[in-house]
């Protein structure tokens, strides 16, 4: 991101006030900013892909088994993911036990 600049005040107040707004009150009439419909084409990750960090865990060796069984070569990111999906109902039921 080293071409990135910072945002001004005016796009700081400008972002602000877009954030309180709704999805009924966006006007997407703008031919330079329309509603995107059709997200058929879309590329996961293309904007933002987390920080991977590397670690050393003891894992099971038949879940380690079941993971490689089915996804062999993508094993390790469908681990990540099933410890991604946890992690986010775990926060669900965390915001939903304060509330």
Same mark, same amino acid.
């Given at each position: 991101? !080293? #071409?990135?600049?910072? @945002?001004?005040? $005016?796009? @700081?107040?400008?972002?602000? #006030? %877009?954030?309180? @707004?709704?999805?009924?009150q966006i006007d997407t009439s703008d031919p330079d900013a329309p509603e995107v /419909?059709?997200?058929?084409?879309?590329?996961?990750? !293309?904007?933002?892909? =987390? @920080?991977?960090? =590397?670690?050393?865990?003891?894992?099971? *060796?038949?879940?380690?088994?079941?993971? /490689? *069984?089915?996804? *062999?070569?993508?094993?390790?990111? /469908?681990? #990540?993911?099933?410890?991604?999906?946890? %992690? $986010? $109902? $775990?926060e669900r039921h965390e915001n939903h036990s304060l509330a």
């Amino acid at each position: 991101m !080293a #071409n990135t600049r910072k @945002l001004t005040t $005016e796009e @700081l107040v400008a972002l602000a #006030n %877009v954030a309180f @707004l709704t999805d009924d009150q966006i006007d997407t009439s703008d031919p330079d900013a329309p509603e995107v /419909k059709d997200w058929s084409k879309a590329t996961r990750g !293309a904007l933002f892909r =987390p @920080l991977k960090q =590397p670690v050393t865990m003891r894992v099971d *060796a038949d879940v380690v088994a079941w993971f /490689k *069984a089915r996804y *062999a070569k993508g094993y390790q990111t /469908k681990m #990540n993911s099933a410890l991604r999906s946890y %992690v $986010e $109902e $775990e926060e669900r039921h965390e915001n939903h036990s304060l509330a």
